[in-house]
T-cell receptor, first 114, second 113 residues
Framework: RKEVEQDPGPFNVPEGATVAFNCTYSNSASQSFFWYRQDCRKEPKLLMSVYSSGNEDGRFTAQLNRASQYISLLIRDSKLSDSATYLCVVNLYDRGSTLGRLYFGRGTQLTVWP | ETGVTQTPRHLVMGMTNKKSLKCEQHLGHNAMYWYKQSAKKPLELMFV???????ENNSVPSRFSPECPNSSHLFLHLHTLQPEDSALYLC????????????FGPGTRLTVT
């Protein structure tokens, strides 16, 4: 079973639309959660961390449901520049380790069209 | 952004060649990572270094050999690679600690012919 599962999409939406991505993770001991964005042929870049209480950064809202082991990302008022692949990332700590290890989903591809 | 740099950005090598990938981080982080990203697959963690000590090696073939001479530099030495090793190789760094994000370099796109 994969550690992190995402719907690969693609999602094709018009400018101004609201789009939501979902992600599930398999290990209940996972400690921290992130959404990364990866543009075509570029490196992943941190979009936002995901906190238990949910958090918002401008047009982006992230939610975490620990009981269901589910993470979501909501993008409101989509822009052309939001077109990218969105990676769901989970950090799992081994006992005695201070580093943890990031597990990446395959990513969800988003295309915003004019 | 120049937080994490990688050279070269593109590399084409034959199966009998020996080459090295270089990564440098200017963020004062204590941990560095090598990842492999192939088409249609999630990022695969290859190696982890913490304070210059290798703490994880994910069953990577011996034709990949990492080196971390100090906390700011990380190398990946390549020899006798196979065509299926063609991929984007990403370096990342992070501060040590229980809650951390990783910051990626731009990657080296490797083609093995």
């Amino acid at each position: 079973r994969k550690e992190v599962e995402q719907d690969p999409g693609p999602f094709n939406v018009p400018e101004g639309a609201t789009v939501a991505f979902n992600c599930t993770y398999s290990n209940s001991a996972s400690q921290s959660f992130f959404w990364y964005r990866q543009d075509c042929r570029k490196e992943p870049k941190l979009l936002m961390s995901v906190y238990s209480s949910g958090n918002e950064d401008g047009r982006f809202t992230a939610q975490l449901n620990r009981a269901s082991q589910y993470i979501s990302l909501l993008i409101r008022d989509s822009k052309l520049s939001d077109s990218a692949t969105y990676l769901c990332v989970v950090n799992l700590y081994d006992r005695g380790s201070t580093l943890g290890r990031l597990y990446f989903g395959r990513g969800t591809q988003l295309t915003v069209w004019p | 952004e120049t937080g994490v740099t990688q050279t070269p950005r593109h590399l084409v090598m034959g199966m009998t060649n020996k080459k090295s990938l270089k990564c440098e981080q200017h963020l004062g982080h204590n941990a560095m990572y090598w990842y492999k990203q192939s088409a249609k697959k999630p990022l695969e963690l290859m190696f982890v270094y913490s304070l210059e000590e290798r703490v994880e090696n994910n069953s990577v073939p011996s034709r990949f050999s990492p080196e971390c001479p100090n906390s700011s530099h990380l190398f990946l030495h390549l020899h006798t690679l196979q065509p299926e090793d063609s991929a984007l190789y990403l370096c990342a760094s992070s501060p040590s600690g229980l809650r951390h994000e990783q910051y990626f370099g731009p990657g080296t796109r490797l083609t093995v012919t």
